[in-house]
């Protein structure tokens, strides 16, 4: 009887603990979803003036995010979050471009219906703190929920 305990402990244990690690990301991953509308954008040092800023929005369905600009998609990614991590991870892989396939890291921070956001550029180490300066190769991006009330 002992050994079939330690049996179970051994098989079962390991598979509830997996089972256990992906519920917050798949929990996470529902506080995405929807569309954001971006409220700041700096790359690099650089600011994006604020009617270029105006026009863009990211939609996220399940894991993956749409991008658009003017209401016009211009890129599709999909997205891998870990809250588990301090500060939170995402990585996103772009459908096409010069990007595409390459996993691009970030890290990322959601109070209630606003999303921040840096990402380093593609092959480069991911953000260790939410800034963009000049030299640094990073993007620092924040979004404001569309329809607050339309939260999963």
Known sequence: MRRILVFTAIIVCPSVLIVRGQEPASREITKHQGTWLASSFRRDGQETSREIVGTISRTVVKDHV??????KSFAGTDM?????QSPKTIDVIADGGPSRGKRVLGIYRLDNDRLTICMADADQPRPKDFT???????????????????KE
Request: proline content about 7%.
């Open 132 to 150: 963009a300066e000049k030299g640094s190769r990073q993007t620092l991006m924040t979004f404001t929920r569309e329809n607050p009330r339309a």
């Open 80 to 84: 891998v979050l870990d809250p588990r």
């Open 66 to 71: 749409v991008w658009k600009r003017n209401g």
